[in-house]
């Protein structure tokens, strides 16, 4: 079976604009959850969706927001890019919230 | 929440056992106890997930200690593709984020 599908897979954006990654999961799995992965601060949650409600989030300011589609795929957009927002962004989903399944990653480069 | 201390680095020869400790003292009794690892430029994997008693899968197993403030994954026979960072995480019954600590990162050599 498919895998969960990041997209794209590498992203190049400016300070100031704003960006949308895409994450597609596991047929049947409900549950997606975002990290932000960095060398300094390693992985980092960010927020999680169960059938399209936001259950959980990290400590991140409010420019990092989410949302899940009635098809269970999951965006998360980033406004107002930073040079610190440059980071590996994986997607997980689950299907009984006990074993998860990550994609590859969006790494996303701001200049 | 519940923290996890794990050695920041371990070796290991290829084909010999693997015991990756992790201690966890603050855990609750609803904590689940879980185990991933990051391979290089790859998300992380789930490897194992144990609440009380020690678990064996294809992959590993899992050690719990009787008062589960600590718990080990063992490879039984390590192999070069082994080598990868490894996560001990605990989850909460109720608390579907995970918070990653720094992980072990594990060396196979050959």
């Known amino acids: 079976k498919a895998g969960v599908t990041q997209t794209p897979r590498y992203l190049i954006k400016t300070r100031g604009q704003q960006v949308t990654l895409s994450c597609s999961p596991i047929?049947?799995?409900?549950?997606v959850s975002w990290y932000q992965q960095t060398p300094g601060q390693g992985l980092q949650f960010l927020f999680e969706?169960?059938?399209?409600?936001?259950?959980n989030k990290g400590n991140f300011p409010g420019r990092f927001s989410g949302r899940q589609f009635s098809n269970s795929r999951s965006e998360m957009n980033v406004s107002t890019l930073e040079l610190g927002d440059s980071a590996l962004y994986l997607c997980?989903?689950?299907?009984?919230?006990?074993?998860?399944?990550f994609g590859s990653g969006t790494r996303l480069t701001v200049v | 929440d519940a923290k996890t201390t794990q050695p920041n680095s371990m070796e290991s020869n290829e084909e010999e056992p693997v015991h990756l400790p992790c201690n966890h003292s603050?855990?609750?009794?609803?904590?689940?106890i879980h185990w991933y690892r990051q391979l290089p430029s790859q998300g992380p994997e789930y490897v194992i997930h144990?609440?009380?008693s020690n678990v064996n899968n294809r992959m590993a197993s899992l050690a719990i200690a009787e008062d589960r403030k600590s718990s080990t994954l063992i490879l039984h026979r390590a192999t070069l593709r082994d080598a990868a960072v490894y996560y001990c995480?605990?989850?909460?019954?109720?608390?579907?984020?995970?918070?990653f600590g720094a992980g072990t990162r594990l060396t196979v050599k050959p």
């Open positions: 997980a989903s689950s299907l009984d919230l006990l074993g998860y399944t």
């Open positions: 047929s049947g799995h409900r549950s």
């Open positions: 969706y169960f059938s399209e409600t936001q259950r």
């Open positions: 603050t855990i609750s009794g609803t904590d689940y």
């Open positions: 144990g609440l009380t």
């Open positions: 995480i605990l989850r909460g019954y109720n608390n579907n984020d995970m918070r």
